[in-house]
Every structure is written in structure tokens, then in C-alpha cells.
């Protein structure tokens, strides 16, 4: 897992928390506790899933696009971070006669991605809305 999801669900419940207002990335960054370049680049990918839009310039920010109770966390994982339970490789010499060297990445690499799939269904169960009504009635 990376930080990216962590941060764009946080940005998303931001968002649905404050209905109807643009947030500027400055004032993200600093209720998430990320830098602001850091959050325009997963705003980015956020608004390419059609989960938010921009507004440039003066008085500018981000609005969500899309209803909160029909955004999942699974959705947003595939939007930031699909891919990220599969490990790096070490790119050092193989053993070309060895059965387990030539093919062990490979192997691995699908058991990971078939991780990636059940994981996102997973999340697929829990949406940004219901993340928000969790948050408020822990404050409640």
C-alpha cells in the first residue's frame, strides 16, 4: 500500500465534508498534512477517474463530481494505487538453467496482481460517503 490512496480518500471525505465549497490544494495539503504539489498530483488522477473537477486561477480549487455515497474506496484505489501490493524486483543476475530464477518473478508477479483484485473488491464495499458518516459520528 502507498500513500497516495491514504491521502486521496482523505482528500475525497474532505471534499464531501465541505458540500458545495472548492477546496484549493493549499488547504487540502494542510487537512491531510501533505505537501500541495504532492495533492495536485493525485487530484489529478482523482479528476481523470471523474471523481472531482478543477478550477484554475484566482479563487480556484477542487469540487467533487460525483455523489460521495456512489464513490468506493475501491474505485479510488484503482485510480492511485492499483499495482502497489506487488514488490520491486532486484534486477541482479539470474541463474538462466535455473527453473526458480527464470520463472519466480512471473508467478509471483500474478499471485500479487490476483492480491491487487481482491483487494480492491474489498474496498468496493466501503464508500466516501460511509467514511464521512463513520468520522462524524465518532465526533458526535
Known amino acids: 500500500m502507498n500513500s497516495e490512496f491514504t491521502i486521496a ?3 475525497l471525505v474532505y471534499l464531501a465534508y465541505l458540500p458545495e465549497h472548492m477546496a484549493s490544494s493549499q488547504s487540502i495539503a494542510h487537512n491531510v ?3 500541495p504539489v504532492r495533492v495536485r498530483k493525485i487530484m489529478s488522477c ?3 477517474a471523474g471523481f472531482v ?3 484554475e ?3 480556484g480549487g477542487y469540487t467533487l463530481t460525483a455523489d460521495p455515497k456512489d464513490i468506493t474506496l475501491g474505485q479510488v484505489y484503482r485510480s492511485v494505487s492499483f499495482g502497489a501490493i506487488k514488490p520491486t524486483w532486484c534486477k541482479g543476475e539470474r541463474e538462466e538453467s535455473c527453473l526458480i530464477s527464470t520463472n519466480i518473478q512471473k508467478v509471483v508477479n500474478g499471485i500479487f496482481l490476483e492480491a491487487d483484485q481482491f483487494f480492491a473488491e474489498y474496498l468496493d464495499k466501503t464508500t466516501i460517503k460511509s467514511v464521512l ?3 462524524k459520528g465518532q465526533t458526535e
Open 9 to 11: 480518500v482523505h482528500s
Open 33 to 35: 498534512a501533505t505537501n
Open 46 to 48: 482523482l479528476r481523470e
Open 53 to 55: 473537477k478543477t478550477k
Open 57 to 59: 486561477g484566482t479563487g
Open 133 to 135: 458518516n463513520q468520522i
